[in-house]
Structures are given as structure tokens and as C-alpha cells.
């Protein structure tokens, strides 16, 4: 069946790069999101990318897809401590009747 | 404030009850979808409605049921409750079922099964 994996822990200083990895198995997928979960709060969309790009940018935030190796990451350019939350990547097929499946999620912690 | 509500924010009940989660969504929002977030299975996906109808079913137990009603609240009715129900449950909302549209989350109801 479809399944998604993260790495569960991610440390960085206030100011460096993040880079949260997120590889999944469906090849049908055909949208790849990234949410962000603070503590005791919803799910909010950051971003997403069709499996037809390669890259995309948004502001402090770039998504890089490699279709061949079912390979996606978010990249936070300048971490700031706001940013400390858990990261989720999901995917979905290009089917209004599909449901989501999500990885277990990236706990980013920012030092100061 | 996503505009999603959901009540009640906690729940506890003992194994074998029935419990009502209730969701409003979005105002204008024709789509709620449920989902349940436990430390064992993590964020799964459990079913979606779409202007009442089902739309979508991902992995919901068969203890479990929903519906959408005419003014678009939802209910997720869950019985025989176990231990392992034990989770946070959230109810989101779009537009419609378009996957580029983004779904507001509510804030959750947490269920805690003793």
C-alpha cells in the first residue's frame, strides 16, 4: 500500500538552513503537500507541488521533487524559532475521491 | 482562527461507550473531511464529505461512522470504544473537493478512552 516516511527529529540554530526529507512509495501520486503542526493546533498547508515539477518556491520555503526516487524535501531558508513544529509531508492522487496519506511527521526544534 | 469548530475539545469515556464528535465548517465550505492523530498510527486520513454525500474513505474502523447533514455540520459517531481510540481527532473543511484547495483544520477533540 501507499506509505510515506520522514525522519521523526530535526535540530538547527535560529538563522541556519532546514531541510526536512520525505520519501513516499504511491508513484500514482500526483499532489505533494507539506503542513505544519504547532503544539496543541490544526494542521496548516505551507505548500504543495505537482509530481510534474521539479521545484518550487515560496518566499523562506522551497519544495524540490525527484520523481524518480520519490524523493521530497522542504527547505527553510533563515530558521526562526516560529518555525519549531512538527512537519507533515502527504500525498494524493489526482482523484477528487482520494484520500490523503501522511507521513509521521518531522518535529523541528530551533535553538536559539 | 481557521473558522473550523469543533466541540467538544475533550472527551472522556470509558471503553464500550458511544461517543458524537461534531464539526462546522468553514462558512461557504462544502467539503469536511475527519481525521485521527494517535502517537501509534500517527495522522490518518479516516473519510470525507462532500455536500452530504461520502466522498472518500480512508482508514476508518467500522466501529466508526459520519455524516454530513443539509447545513453542513458533520458528526463522527464512534462505538465499542477501546483503549487504542484513544486519540485526537480533527475535522477540516474546503471549498470543495478539489485537491488544490486547501482544507482549514479545526482545532481538534481530544478522546481520552480509560
Known amino acids: 500500500g501507499e506509505d510515506v516516511e520522514q525522519s521523526l527529529f530535526l535540530s538547527v540554530r535560529e538563522g541556519d538552513s532546514s531541510v526536512i526529507n520525505c520519501t513516499y512509495t504511491d508513484s500514482s501520486s500526483t499532489y505533494l503537500y507539506w503542513y505544519k503542526q504547532e503544539p496543541g493546533a490544526g494542521l496548516q498547508l505551507l505548500t504543495y507541488?505537482?509530481?510534474?515539477?521539479d521545484m518550487k518556491q515560496d518566499q523562506r520555503l522551497t519544495v524540490l521533487l525527484n520523481k524518480k526516487d520519490k524523493h521530497l524535501s522542504l527547505r527553510i531558508a533563515d530558521t526562526q524559532t516560529g518555525d519549531s513544529a512538527i512537519y507533515f509531508c502527504?500525498?494524493?492522487?489526482?482523484?477528487?475521491?482520494?484520500?490523503?496519506?501522511f507521513g509521521p511527521g518531522t518535529r523541528l526544534s530551533v535553538l536559539p | 482562527d481557521s473558522g473550523v469548530t469543533q466541540t467538544p475539545k475533550h472527551l472522556i469515556t470509558a471503553t464500550g461507550q458511544r461517543v458524537t464528535l461534531r464539526c462546522s465548517p468553514r462558512?461557504?465550505?462544502?467539503?469536511v473531511y475527519w481525521y485521527q492523530q494517535s502517537l501509534d498510527q500517527g495522522l490518518q486520513f479516516l473519510i470525507q464529505?462532500?455536500?452530504?454525500?461520502?466522498?472518500a474513505k480512508g482508514n476508518i474502523l467500522e466501529r466508526f461512522s459520519a455524516q454530513q447533514f443539509p447545513d453542513l455540520h458533520s458528526e463522527l459517531n464512534l462505538s465499542s470504544l477501546e483503549l487504542g481510540d484513544s486519540a485526537l481527532y480533527f475535522c477540516?473543511?474546503?471549498?470543495?473537493?478539489?485537491?488544490?484547495?486547501?482544507?482549514?483544520f479545526g482545532p481538534g477533540t481530544r478522546l481520552t478512552v480509560l
Open positions: 502527504a500525498e494524493r492522487e489526482d482523484n477528487y475521491g482520494q484520500n490523503f496519506v
Open positions: 462558512s461557504g465550505d462544502l467539503s
Open positions: 507541488i505537482f509530481s510534474n515539477m
Open positions: 464529505y462532500y455536500n452530504g454525500e461520502e466522498r
Open positions: 477540516a473543511s474546503s471549498v470543495d473537493p478539489n485537491p488544490l484547495n486547501e482544507q482549514f
